[in-house]
């Protein structure tokens, strides 16, 4: 199986759980690309049995600009998309809290809930991350 983990990040939070969706992948013996958004060269989403997509959320809930321009790029919906993100519930509260991830997953038609993580996924949120993965994984082993 391989998989894409794409994010883009600015101030580190959403590279973080990007990091540790790619270290249990590896863990679990799946090929794993990791892609910057907005710096890497563009990627042939057809290559991947699995995407897992993610942003930070900003401005009263907005996608960043660098992640609707890579959906274009990408320029159709993979079947396998799950999306995972980072906000801050300081701005807006639970409404607008990581609200890019729900415009994603509801775009890709994902069939997995989106995870969101306040801020910084080191510490306390781990466990949370990796129980996703676990949960996703699980699912793509049976659908392939
Ligand atoms: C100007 C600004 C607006 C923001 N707006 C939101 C928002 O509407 N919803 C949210 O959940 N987080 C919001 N955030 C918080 C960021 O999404 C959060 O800090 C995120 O972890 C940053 O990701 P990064 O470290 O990967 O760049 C905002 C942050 C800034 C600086």
């Not at 199986?1 to 883009?8: E, G, I, P, Q």
């Not at 580190?12 to 270290?23: F, H, L, S």
């Not at 057809?46 to 900003?58: A, R």
């Not at 809290?97 to 069939?111: E, I, M, N, T």
């Amino acid at each position: 199986m391989r998989s894409l983990v794409a994010y883009l990040s600015y101030s580190g939070n959403t590279k973080e759980v990007a990091e540790i969706i790619t270290d249990q992948l590896q863990t679990d013996n799946v090929t794993v690309d990791m892609h910057r958004i907005g710096i890497d060269y563009p990627i042939d989403a057809s290559e991947y049995d699995q995407i897992f997509l993610g942003t930070f959320t900003w401005d009263m809930g907005r996608t960043p600009d660098e992640v609707k321009d890579f959906v274009q790029e990408v320029g159709y919906k993979p079947e396998h998309v799950a999306v995972f993100g980072t906000g801050d519930t300081q701005f807006g509260g639970d409404t607008l809290f990581c609200r890019a991830v729900d415009k994603l997953s509801a775009f890709y038609h994902s069939q997995w809930p989106g995870l969101k993580i306040e801020q910084s996924p080191r510490g306390s949120q781990e466990h949370v991350v990796e129980k996703w993965v676990e949960g996703v994984l699980h699912d793509v082993k049976i659908l392939a």
